[in-house]
């Protein structure tokens, strides 16, 4: 069971918004029994309250050495998160971080005391299940340390690993705001459908069928996205004079390269690296 250990040691959530609430329904779903879990949240949802009555630990007295404290608090509260399981650094228990931009090194000084910790971006399709996240760890974050933090995070999508927290700004600005660029790139597709004569409503629900089909396939297929666009794009067909218009003057590729790099920029800007 890949929550055993977590299930006799016990896990620590501290802050339970969307995405933590995702992440503990992901965990609960995988055999985490609701009595290992301890939840600290000042408001907590109706949700929180019916697990409260099937064992789940609501804003009380925490477990002396949990596996794991995921912390999900917005990033601008860290600071006076921190301090509520800081009695829990300095032994084993891995802290895995979801908060944006707050760095490992802040983590670290919030805590107080030596710890694994790893920071974790996850992003918005982690809602339904189908999100992705990177991960990377201090020093002290070993290889069981990360193993944990990706059982934790898998709850809720893909995983992969970084090679150093440097890259966590090109991630951020790729997967993290990427569904923002898909959303702007449906509304966009559903738009020119419609200025083409069909029905607005035809037109986004052809618009996000044609992009979530898109990406399953990608996924899901062994060739890679250049092989798949070729295979539809037929010699002075209809998809090539579409892909032409996206290539004019730079295109789409040297926009997105613009838009991720502006993401990223802003990211740095706004840890204070800029």
Excluded: H
Aim: aromatic letters at 2%; hydrophobic letters at 50%.
């Amino acid at each position: 069971m890949p929550f055993d250990a977590m299930n006799r040691r016990g896990l620590v959530l501290l802050g339970c918004g969307k995405m933590g609430q995702a992440l503990l329904d992901g965990w609960l779903a995988g055999g985490l029994a609701p009595a290992a879990v301890s939840v600290l949240d000042p408001a907590p949802s109706e949700r929180l309250q019916e697990l409260a009555a099937q064992g789940l630990r609501l804003n009380g007295d925490l477990p002396a050495a949990p596996a794991a404290c995921l912390l999900a608090v917005k990033p601008q509260q860290m600071a006076d998160a921190l301090p509520r399981v800081a009695q829990l650094a300095g032994g084993d228990t891995v802290f895995v971080s979801i908060a944006a931009g707050t760095t490992l090194a802040a983590l670290e000084a919030g805590l107080g005391a030596p710890a694994p910790i790893i920071r974790a971006m996850p992003n918005t399709p982690a809602a339904i299940g189908r999100g992705i996240t990177a991960l990377v760890g201090n020093a002290r974050a070993d290889g069981a340390a990360l193993a944990l933090a990706e059982t934790l995070m898998a709850a809720v999508g893909q995983t992969v690993r970084l090679d150093g927290e440097a890259q966590m700004d090109a991630v951020t600005a790729l997967s993290g705001s990427g569904p923002g660029y898909v959303f702007q790139m449906i509304e966009a597709l559903a738009e020119a459908g419609a200025a083409e004569g069909l029905p607005p409503d035809l037109a986004m629900r052809l618009a996000i069928a044609t992009v979530a089909g898109a990406g399953a396939l990608a996924e899901a297929s062994d060739a890679t996205p250049a092989a798949l666009r070729e295979a539809v794009t037929s010699p002075g067909g209809t998809t090539q004079a579409g892909l032409a218009v996206l290539r004019e003057t730079g295109g789409l590729p040297d926009l997105m390269r613009r838009a991720v790099a502006a993401a990223a920029g802003r990211s740095r800007e706004l840890r204070g690296d800029a």
